[in-house]
């Protein structure tokens, strides 16, 4: 059972930056996608960036430049460094991960375990 837990989130201006963490287990070094996704009020749930155990990466086009996925094997931990915030960017962001091989995509269809959630607010 793969258990995920967010922290990091929090309220920065515009322009500012968080790192958001992911702690991760229950899975073994298979083949693995781990991703964030976020959910702003009223939208619906949107990929953010993938990574899997060969640390082959994906961005949505919204945050390429700003953002950069990574992943701490030896910590079971997986990372989102997100600069030049804007308030657009303001949601919840999640930990999702799923046991595939392949590319990694940004579809929420795709994975089936979940983290619950860390806020973040970017204020104008």
């Known amino acids: 059972q793969v258990q995920l837990v967010e922290s990091g989130g929090g309220s920065v201006p515009a322009g500012g930056s968080l790192r958001l963490s992911c702690a991760a287990s229950g899975y073994g070094f298979n083949t693995v996608c781990l991703a964030w996704f976020r959910q702003a009020p009223g939208k619906e749930r949107e990929g953010v960036a993938a990574?899997?155990?060969?640390?082959?990466?994906n961005y949505a086009n919204s945050v390429k430049g700003r953002f950069t996925i990574s992943l701490d094997n030896a910590k079971n931990t997986l990372y989102l460094q997100m600069n030049s915030l804007q308030p657009e960017d303001t949601a919840m962001y999640f930990c999702?991960?799923?046991?595939?091989?392949?590319?990694?995509?940004?579809?929420?269809?795709?994975?089936?375990?979940w983290g619950q959630g860390t806020q973040v607010t970017v204020s104008s």
């Open positions: 990574i899997d155990l060969t640390r082959s990466s």
């Open positions: 999702a991960a799923v046991y595939r091989s392949g590319r990694c995509r940004l579809d929420r269809y795709d994975y089936n375990y």
